[in-house]
């Protein structure tokens, strides 16, 4: 029963994103609501979907959800490649479905390979801190596209 619940959460958000940018006042006004917005799908607390917008990323998996702020971005000079890569450090936490919750501060990857997409890999420290004091490490892959 979770389960169909946070798909029917994650269905509901994409679906309401995609109506509003759809809709006749958006165009009529001429522009784009999710402008700098990133969505995209990826694995962090399960599958489930990703989202930038500025400095902030955003989860909601299977497991959870998680929102970070990314305290430092710099691009990576020493790759000879026609793929920009820039790397980064954030602070944030999480709050899974079961009830755990607690910090985390990501450490990644990130490669714009074609105009509008790109994708990312972290690990992820992280200090629950329900019940007792618990330290973990996750990962985090996924991909998504600029509109």
């Not at 994103?17 to 700098?36: D, F, K, M, R």
């Not at 990323?57 to 793929?83: H, P, Q, R």
């Not at 790397?87 to 509008?116: K, L, N, Q």
Request: proline share 3%.
């Amino acid at each position: 029963m979770k389960r169909i619940k946070t798909l029917y959460l994650k269905a509901m958000v994409l679906s309401s994103i995609c109506a509003y940018s759809l809709s006749p006042a958006v165009h009529a006004e001429n522009t784009n609501v999710l402008q700098g917005v990133k969505l995209g799908f990826g694995y962090d607390l399960g599958f489930g979907m990703t989202a930038q917008l500025d400095q902030f990323n955003g989860f909601i998996g299977n497991d959870g959800l998680a929102v970070d702020y990314v305290i430092v971005k710099e691009k990576i000079e020493n790759i000879d490649s026609t793929i920009p890569f820039q790397w980064y450090i954030g602070a944030g936490g999480f709050a899974e479905w079961d009830g755990d919750f607690g910090g985390r501060a990501p450490v990644g990857i990130e490669a714009s390979f074609t105009t509008g997409w790109d994708i990312y890999a972290q690990i992820i420290p992280e200090l629950e801190i329900v019940d007792d004091f618990e330290f973990g490490l996750g990962a985090g892959l996924g991909v998504r596209y600029q509109f």
